[in-house]
């Protein structure tokens, strides 16, 4: 044990540094963004990327969430890493670590040449270097897919890391105390079934850096 | 790549088997949770666990979300889980695999008897075996923490999975097709920096299942 590295502890802070706040945006595929209909809340799963100073949603045109920006209903988007789980002496003290970011605001529903170019920017942070080698989108396809811009005016970001903050008292317990670290890992590339022969994983994917 | 395995296309569905709704919920540690106050939506990240027929929301006393569920303010839960990034042909067949499950209703903050099992629950779910080594709440920490009661009576979830459902027409492509596949993996656990020598790590944390 003695040489293991320990971990220090560290408490829960409010994040407003913007550098620190677009890492932990950027580090996310996926957020979960909110509307309110009749009253109620939604809540629902959507792919994202960061675009500078907005966040751009992709939605089907179809969704509640695209309807919902369309009657420029006030949006709350959140995207959260769970970095692990922090083990402490007493219940009370055992949390997680993780970052988090929420954004509110009014989306905008992107049109024409700002929609197209969007989706382009979606392809390309995701997979940097795929835009090159696919199939761009006909009209019928841009139409079927709706981009919802959303400006990083309002955030509000919070991250908790280090090791447990137990009381003073509960340090000469016999329990042990740390933290059990997560992480989300990209494996190595699968191939469709329908792929021809011959064609290899491209460079930009592997390996694929989340 | 002849010996590689492939990977089929499979599209997204909507999931109506509790069981595998279960399993969405058991693998996940933070949920999004939103609330409507002064007619906007609010999305904040927050622990829970699944308790039978029930999440088991936890929340700081002093959060809005407690706040709006003590005034009967309707909720939304989603859970997300992402598992891969899905890279078609195309830019409009390009994807993202998941399971998802969103909860709506209204809370019930527990209270009492109630209130003191559920946190034991949360531990215990969370860490399985960990309830016996931690010192227990006392009467002043448990009135800080609440506890969020969520009904899963009004569930609807999603998956995504398999490769890429490209067009027919796209088939012939030169550009690579298939999945990068994404996990959420635990690592060794740390121990904390304030931890008393010679206390190993118990069975329960090595390794600790995510």
Redesign the interface.
């Known amino acids: ?2 040489e ?6 560290l408490a829960e802070r409010g994040v407003t540094d913007r550098r620190q706040i677009n890492q932990i945006l950027d580090e996310g ?2 957020c ?5 209909i009749d ?7 959507t ?1 994202y990327v960061r675009n500078g100073d907005h966040l751009l949603l992709h939605g089907s045109n179809s969704s509640g969430l695209v309807r919902a920006v369309g009657d420029r209903s ?5 995207v ?1 890493h ?1 970095d692990g ?1 922090v ?6 003290h ?3 670590n ?1 970052r ?1 970011v ?1 954004v ?1 605001g009014r989306g905008r529903i992107l049109a024409g040449e700002e929609h197209r170019k969007a ?2 920017v ?2 390309e942070t ?2 940097p270097g ?2 090159s ?6 009209e019928a ?1 841009t139409k ?2 709706s981009v919802i811009e959303l400006s990083l005016d309002e955030v509000s970001a919070k991250v908790r890391s280090g ?2 903050a ?1 009381d003073p008292a ?33 460079d930009y ?1 592997q390996p ?1 850096q ?1």
């Open positions: 044990m003695g293991k590295t320990r971990i220090h502890r595929l996926v979960h963004a909110a509307y309110v009253d109620r809340p939604v809540v629902i799963p792919l006030p949006l709350s988007v959140g959260t769970i789980l083990v402490a002496r007493s219940g009370f055992s949390s997680a993780y988090s929420v509110h989706l382009d979606i392809v995701l997979i795929r835009l080698d696919i199939r761009h989108p006909t396809e079927q897919t090791g447990p137990d509960d340090l000469t317990s016999d329990a042990w105390a740390g933290v059990v670290p997560f992480s989300l890992v990209a494996g190595e590339a699968e191939p469709a079934e329908d792929l021809r022969d011959g064609i290899p994983i491209p994917l694929y989340l």
